[in-house]
């Protein structure tokens, strides 16, 4: 590598394209205001990237020159709502009286004063070039800065050419001041399928050792992205590997070089088959148009839902041959699900999904049969609670695709156990308990106590066991079972 891995500002980097990126009217007037009053504005970051991909921009951010804090805060005051909040960070929020809303900021320098990831000093510079701007910019691809008043690219540092050659470089020595932008680069290389330029992978395994110092909350928030947005989730321990980041995450890293059984597992270790998992997940994911929640459950348990094949993988003699086996994984991995998703900060109630999905993601296995029976279809729809059987058979059919060049799709036995679920409407909650404690006080004069959950329990295995279905037989075959 050499001692400077970084483009240099180039001379010649502006581009006329008119309408890349196309503002409404009332908010394109502002920034006519803002120029004419000799401040100019650029719009910056990921909604420039976002455009030259043809993806529509939520956020925008704008960056504007020559004016202070105050001027700028003052100036948009009188033209919407502004909230300063960022203010040290030089950024105003701003909203319309017509309701639309976008960042403006003051250009910046950043300036590291301590060793965790929020010991930075922010020193606003209006004066400063849009090159030196840019040059703050963590990746060459939200380096770049669009005039949508004269529909002019700015590209000092060769985005548009890394965006169009799928590659993911750093700006600037900036980079390794932040260990963050490490995390960051894992989650923009799966959303816009890039690979990471070598010498940038060599900053980031230079700073590895630093990623004590980041927040819980921050490594959580780019996981989400990843989760959410990527069309490539599979680049992911490719990526912390070639970066040196993966001994971050030790249940992913233990995931490599583990075996599988050539027949069902043709793709290789687990860590391979993990990510063409989480790949076929996200084309599930869009197919069926779930929302970010949905997605994210169904994300991370395919990024999960093998974490205890390191520890369960071992040789066994199975009828007569010799084979690659791991016995019990699925529920030994749900606790490693439910550690490892907390320790990146991911919330409880995606959480609490997970873990069941991921100790059933072999349950339709118990569905081979044509004649199995209902109880199996209701017991493990109470089993996956607060999870359902619907999200289940999402994740079967994202475990059964991650195999190639097997074919992708669902496994019979768990279209059996997604039709039975249907019949028996349990496919996206489990049967609600016919007979409560109400019900059964009565029969004990009153009196409360652990034999009134006890009895209630029954009750409840009798139903799932088809017993019976409406409230009429469940309180005769409570009235039967207390005189027995």
Not at 45 to 57: F, I, K, Q, Y
Not at 180 to 188: D, K, N
Not at 190 to 203: Q, Y
Not at 438 to 464: C, D, K, S, T
Request: net charge negative.
């Amino acid at each position: 590598m050499t001692t400077e891995p970084f483009n240099q500002p180039e001379a010649n980097t502006t581009y006329h394209m008119p309408d890349l990126v196309t503002l409404p009217e009332g908010f394109l007037r502002i920034l006519e205001d803002l120029s004419s009053a000799g401040y100019p504005s650029l719009l910056v970051g990921g909604s420039v990237r976002d455009a030259l991909l043809g993806v529509e921009a939520n956020d925008l951010d704008l960056e504007v020159y020559g004016v202070s804090f105050a001027e700028l805060a003052e100036f948009l005051g009188t033209r919407g709502r502004v909230d300063l909040v960022g203010q040290a960070f030089g950024v105003v929020k701003f909203r319309s009286p017509a309701g639309f809303q976008c960042d403006f900021s003051i250009p910046r320098r950043d300036s590291k004063i301590g060793l965790t990831h929020r010991d930075f000093y922010a020193h606003c510079e209006p004066a400063m070039t849009i090159a030196e701007a840019a040059s703050r910019r963590d990746f060459t691809i939200n380096s770049m800065a669009y005039d949508p008043i004269r529909g002019v690219l700015h590209d000092h540092f060769g985005g548009r050419e890394d965006l169009r050659n799928k590659v993911l470089r750093a700006t600037s020595a900036a980079f390794r001041e932040d260990p963050l932008r490490v995390l960051r680069g894992a989650q923009f290389a799966c959303r816009f399928d890039l690979d990471v330029d070598p010498d940038t992978a060599g900053v980031c395994r230079s700073i590895a050792g630093e990623f004590h110092t980041l927040p819980k909350e921050r490594i959580c928030e780019e996981f989400m992205k990843w989760a959410t947005k990527s069309v490539r989730p599979g680049r992911l321990i490719g990526y912390l590997d070639a970066t040196g980041w993966l001994p971050n995450f030790p249940p992913l890293a233990s995931l490599q070089a583990v075996p599988q059984d050539p027949k069902w597992h043709p793709e290789g270790d687990v860590a391979v088959h993990t990510m063409h998992v989480v790949d076929a997940a996200a084309r599930i994911a869009i197919r069926e148009g779930l929302d970010d929640f949905e997605r994210c459950v169904l994300m991370m348990a395919a990024l999960t839902h093998d974490l205890a094949k390191a520890g369960t993988t071992e040789l066994r003699e199975v009828r007569g041959a010799v084979r690659w086996t791991s016995y019990g994984h699925e529920k030994a991995s749900g606790p490693k699900a439910k550690l490892f998703l907390e320790s990146v900060g991911i919330k409880s109630e995606i959480v609490e999904r997970v873990v069941p999905l991921v100790e059933n993601h072999l349950a339709h296995q118990d569905f081979r049969a044509e004649d199995t029976p209902a109880r199996t279809a209701r017991r493990l729809a109470t089993r996956l609670a607060p999870a359902n059987i619907r999200e289940l058979v999402l994740l079967i059919e994202a475990d059964a695709s991650g195999r190639p060049p097997l074919p992708e799709g669902l496994p019979e036995a768990a279209g059996r156990m997604r039709r039975m679920a249907a019949d028996l409407r349990v496919e996206a909650a489990p049967e609600q308990p016919l007979i409560l404690g109400r019900h059964v006080i009565p029969y004990f004069n009153g009196n409360p106590g652990p034999h009134i959950g006890r009895v209630v329990r029954a009750a409840f295995e009798a139903q799932l066991d088809g017993a019976f279905t409406d409230s009429a037989g469940a309180l005769e075959w409570l009235s039967r079972y207390l005189a027995g």
